[in-house]
């Protein structure tokens, strides 16, 4: 007996490390019109790596207890950005403390106390730009802040906006390091881009006759900079979990119907409103099974374009 052709494209994509979870997944994903990206561990490589560490004048602390600190914090996190915190401290070979009341903030960052001392590391924007108030706003599951150790507002600090734009300047995410309430030390992070990752891009605007879209919580020029390597022209940078998903709705609104591409650890949610989600990465949570139609658990971006085109394939032979 022959398979029916959706359930024989589903087997094609298993056999080629894409899980589709199921027959109506496997159909929607031939119908999108237009392709949204994320960037951090979509577009470039789930392994981010330190490039550099700059202490702030006045901190006390030098790169290794600056990097030791933050690494104790971000142990907990699955994030891209955490994982290259923890490697980079590892590599050293520092002492990791335990870390208590531990929270994370979508797009934003994380705290915990370590040694006593509240630890903050994350977004610049979200830490420094008096964003206390926001961090805490209704609907933030786990604030940033502890009500111990308040974030100062720190806009006119001259050492850390200089610190936070060189490294941005250099294309690399800036990460602030932030030591009850005070900022200690920026990090400089970035991550390769995922082999054929611009010819997954070209396929996908050629598949839907729409050039994709980046969305990201990464700063500006950083995610000018991808977009020029990979070919998209339309950044939308700066946005926070939920801006992702009014973006994908106000799209869906308009009677598109989006392929959203993530990686699951900050972006679910723009996964579950778009009309399909694929999550890339092998280190997809089970939150991502949940909510994403399929889960690509090698490392090739190709596997996106080519979803699109067996979907299409077995619409027609269903037809
Ligand atoms: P992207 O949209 O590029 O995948 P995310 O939404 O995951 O990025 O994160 C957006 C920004 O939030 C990051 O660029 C970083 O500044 C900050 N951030 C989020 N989580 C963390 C973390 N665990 N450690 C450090 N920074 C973080
Ligand atoms: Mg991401």
Redesign the pocket.
Request: net charge negative; aromatic share 0%.
């Given at each position: 007996a022959t398979m029916p052709p959706l359930l024989s494209a589903i087997a094609t994509c298993g056999r080629h490390g894409v899980l589709v979870k199921s027959a109506a997944a496997m159909e929607r994903l031939g119908a999108v019109t237009r392709v949204a990206l994320?960037?951090?561990?979509?577009l470039t490589e789930e392994s981010a790596r330190v490039r550099g560490i700059q202490v702030l004048p006045g901190s006390g602390l030098t790169e290794y207890e600056a990097l030791a600190l933050a690494a104790a914090a971000?142990r907990p996190?699955e994030?891209?950005?955490?994982r290259a915190?923890v490697a980079a401290a590892r590599e050293r070979g520092l002492h990791l403390e335990p870390a208590a009341d531990f929270a994370?903030?979508?797009?934003?960052?994380?705290r915990a106390v370590v040694t006593g001392h509240t630890v903050q590391?994350?977004?610049?924007?979200?830490l420094l730009d008096g964003a206390a108030a926001h961090l805490e706003g209704p609907g933030d599951p786990a604030p940033l802040t502890g009500g111990d150790a308040p974030v100062r507002t720190e806009i006119g600090d001259a050492p850390v906006r200089a610190a936070v734009a060189e490294v941005e300047d250099s294309g690399a995410?800036?990460?602030a390091v932030l030591v009850d309430g005070r900022p200690v030390a920026v990090l400089a992070?970035a991550a390769p881009l995922r082999a054929g990752a611009a010819e997954a891009v070209a396929a996908l605007g050629r598949l839907t006759g729409t050039p994709p879209v980046l969305?990201?919580?990464?700063?500006k020029r950083?995610?000018a900079r991808l977009g020029e390597e990979v070919g998209i022209a339309d950044v939308r940078a700066g946005?926070?979990?939920q801006d992702?998903v009014a973006t994908v709705r106000g799209w869906e609104d308009a009677g598109e119907r989006v392929l959203m591409v993530?990686?699951g650890?900050?972006?679910a949610p723009a996964l579950a409103a778009a009309h399909t989600g694929v999550a890339m990465g092998r280190a997809s949570s089970a939150l991502t099974l949940e909510t994403a139609d399929a889960v690509v658990v090698r490392d090739e971006l190709a596997a996106v374009p080519s979803l699109v085109t067996l979907s299409r394939r077995a619409r027609r032979l269903v037809a």
């Open positions: 994320d960037k951090t561990g979509t971000e996190s994030h891209p950005l955490a915190v994370s903030a979508p797009g934003r960052g994380v590391v994350g977004s610049p924007t979200a995410t800036a990460v992070i969305l990201t919580g990464d700063n950083a995610a946005l926070l979990p992702k993530g990686d650890v900050n972006d």
